[in-house]
């Protein structure tokens, strides 16, 4: 019976080999293709993109509707409606998504702009 348990764990342990195997020459044959063609269609729209939402006009227009949405948040308390709060908040969230590689990059985090896309 031990015998038996031996010849199967064995048998087993073989044809975990074999997929790992496998496994590694898929890897290793798709990786020179994975890197070697052309770019992308779509990378110089994401790249420009990027390059739209890091640049110091989208850093302005981000302060200024941080600041603004802030202080309608604070100064309208009550009386704005459910709907009105919400849309500050999505303006909120958006001016700090924005600013948050101006900021990453103001403490020192070099290439910042990788967090965002």
């Known amino acids: 019976m031990k015998a038996w348990l031996q010849n199967l764990q ?8 074999k ?3 496998y496994v590694a020459a898929c890897a290793a044959l798709a990786a020179p293709s994975a890197f070697a063609g052309a770019a992308l269609p779509w990378d110089t729209a ?13 850093t302005a227009i981000s302060v200024v509707a941080f600041l603004a949405a ?3 948040l ?4 009550d009386e704005l409606g459910n709907v009105a709060k919400r ?3 999505v303006v909120l969230g958006v ?13 020192g985090l070099v290439n910042a702009g990788g967090l965002l896309f």
Not at 10 to 17: E, G
């Open 95 to 107: 001016a700090i998504i924005v600013l948050g590689n101006q900021f990453l990059t103001a403490l």
């Open 19 to 21: 997929h790992a195997y």
């Open 87 to 89: 849309l500050l908040y």
């Open 74 to 77: 604070v100064f309208g308390g």
């Open 70 to 72: 802030g202080a309608a």
């Open 46 to 58: 994401v790249t420009t993109l990027r390059n739209n939402l890091t640049g110091p006009v989208a």
């Open 10 to 17: 064995q048998h087993y342990l073989a044809k975990k080999a």
